[in-house]
């Protein structure tokens, strides 16, 4: 047993640097400006003639489904529909490229989310002092409410990107060679499923313990951060 852990874990511990890693950062990344965006657009006032209020009311209908869609179907279902179904209607996609596109929008349909009921919770009179020193809307907004609403976010998010990390075993199901995946192929030869799935668990538990450390030791920053400004 310790020989088969001795040998098994540095392959699943590589996996999950070579791949898990890399595919949960790249997705919550652009997740993240998927968020902002739809966020924005859901949380607004359009401004502007008819027609603009037009295509923003448009816009927002659009981004409201787009959430509604994602929060209201299994990722694994979504995985399959973008690597397995879409070929049907000539789009095709490999392993790696699908991960990322489902990972993304499926991360930032929850993510829009908190970052919408961030936005939401902070005071109308926020909004007001801002204008009433001369600031502009995108100023009031990239200088006064997003920093506001990236603190409340902060701890949501946090915790959705250690969920996503958790999430990407699922990639495993389209042919991407991630940890979970890795320790699959491994008891298909040595015959220990049992072994070499806890063995990925650990696995997984430290790379989230590790996540869940370096969340605290940003929030406890920013907590500082705030407390240093007043």
Request: hydrophobic share 50%; proline share 4%; net charge positive.
């Amino acid at each position: 047993m310790w020989e088969i852990i001795r040998t098994a874990t540095p392959e699943i511990v590589w996996a999950g640097l070579k791949y898990t890693i890399p595919i949960a950062v790249i997705s919550f990344a652009i997740g993240l400006v998927i968020a902002a965006i739809t966020a924005l657009v859901r949380t607004s006032t359009p401004r502007g003639n008819r027609v603009v209020k037009a295509l923003w009311y448009l816009g927002r209908a659009v981004f409201t489904f787009y959430v509604w869609l994602f929060r209201s179907t299994p990722l694994l279902v979504q995985l399959f529909i973008v690597f397995f179904g879409l070929p049907n209607l000539g789009i095709q996609f490999d392993a790696w490229t699908a991960g990322i596109i489902t990972f993304s929008l499926n991360t930032g349909a929850y993510a829009s989310e908190t970052i919408r009921g961030a936005i939401s919770s902070l005071p109308t009179s926020q909004w007001e002092a801002a204008y009433s020193l001369g600031m502009t809307y995108h100023q009031v907004l990239f200088l006064v409410i997003f920093p506001q609403a990236l603190r409340v976010a902060l701890p949501p998010l946090s915790n959705s990107f250690i969920g996503l990390v958790k999430d990407t075993s699922l990639a495993s199901s389209i042919t991407i060679l991630e940890m979970f995946m890795v320790s699959q192929q491994i008891a298909s030869h040595n015959y220990q499923p049992l072994l070499m799935y806890s063995i990925v668990a650990a696995v997984y538990a430290v790379f989230c313990t590790v996540l869940t450390i370096l969340q605290h030791a940003l929030e406890k920053r920013i907590r500082n951060d705030k407390i240093n400004a007043r």
